[in-house]
């Protein structure tokens, strides 16, 4: 694999990860789930789980496993986001280091190609879950307001470099994609 292909996004979701529904999951054959924290599920400078995030994770928990992975190094932060929301986490992950993800994989007793990536960034997120061989979902960060109004230097920085690098960041046509034949057989 080249290491254009390990920036590519399996799903670009074009929306937060309030977006991804259980009907996006099953089209993917995606039975369990890895997701990044910090600007996935709560914006930097938040520390309390929104009501919409704790009712998405109430109900994508029916459907495939849930585990937290994150780079940032706080146990009050992150741990406390996991407790509220009532999964397992790892922190201090070094993304793009496999380690912690296959730690979680491992935890699911799933196949690792059977379990999704899901982050808000390229070079730590999506390439990780690529390395591991892992499905890969970028998806649209969480930010407050008043933060998204403001220039985001070094996610913009890695979308240029990414489209430099061959990287299609086009939203994948996920929503009319319920009719067509699953994209992995
Ligand atoms: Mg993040």
Same mark, same amino acid.
């Given at each position: 694999?080249?290491?254009?292909?390990?920036?590519?996004?399996?799903?670009?979701?074009?929306?937060?990860?309030?977006?991804?529904?259980?009907?996006?999951?099953?089209?993917?054959?995606?039975?369990?789930?890895?997701?990044?924290?910090?600007?996935?599920?709560?914006?930097?400078?938040?520390?309390?789980? #929104?009501?919409?995030?704790?009712?998405?994770?109430?109900?994508?928990?029916?459907?495939?496993?849930?585990?937290?992975? &994150?780079?940032?190094? &706080?146990?009050?932060?992150?741990?406390?986001?996991?407790?509220?929301?009532?999964?397992?986490?790892?922190?201090?992950?070094?993304?793009?280091? =496999?380690?912690?993800?296959?730690?979680?994989?491992?935890?699911?007793?799933?196949?690792?190609?059977?379990?999704?990536?899901?982050?808000?960034?390229?070079?730590?997120?999506?390439?990780?879950?690529? =390395?591991?061989?892992?499905?890969?979902?970028?998806?649209?960060?969480?930010?407050?307001?008043?933060?998204?109004? =403001?220039?985001?230097?070094?996610?913009?920085?890695?979308?240029?470099? #990414?489209?430099?690098?061959?990287?299609?960041?086009?939203? &994948?046509?996920?929503? &009319?994609?319920?009719?067509?034949?699953?994209? =992995?057989?």
């Amino acid at each position: 694999m080249s290491k254009t292909k390990l920036l590519q996004p399996d799903l670009v979701l074009g929306d937060t990860i309030l977006g991804l529904t259980p009907a996006i999951l099953s089209h993917h054959q995606i039975k369990g789930l890895v997701l990044d924290v910090d600007e996935t599920l709560v914006p930097l400078k938040k520390s309390e789980v #929104s009501e919409d995030l704790q009712q998405w994770v109430d109900t994508i928990r029916q459907v495939t496993p849930i585990w937290l992975v &994150s780079n940032n190094v &706080s146990e009050s932060r992150i741990g406390s986001i996991a407790n509220t929301l009532t999964l397992p986490y790892l922190l201090g992950a070094v993304k793009p280091s =496999r380690r912690k993800l296959r730690q979680a994989v491992q935890a699911m007793e799933l196949p690792v190609s059977d379990v999704a990536m899901v982050g808000d960034r390229l070079f730590t997120d999506v390439l990780a879950g690529n =390395r591991l061989g892992m499905f890969t979902i970028l998806v649209e960060p969480m930010v407050d307001a008043a933060v998204a109004a =403001r220039s985001y230097p070094i996610h913009n920085f890695e979308v240029w470099l #990414s489209q430099i690098l061959g990287v299609s960041l086009m939203t &994948s046509p996920h929503k &009319s994609a319920q009719n067509d034949k699953p994209l =992995r057989s």
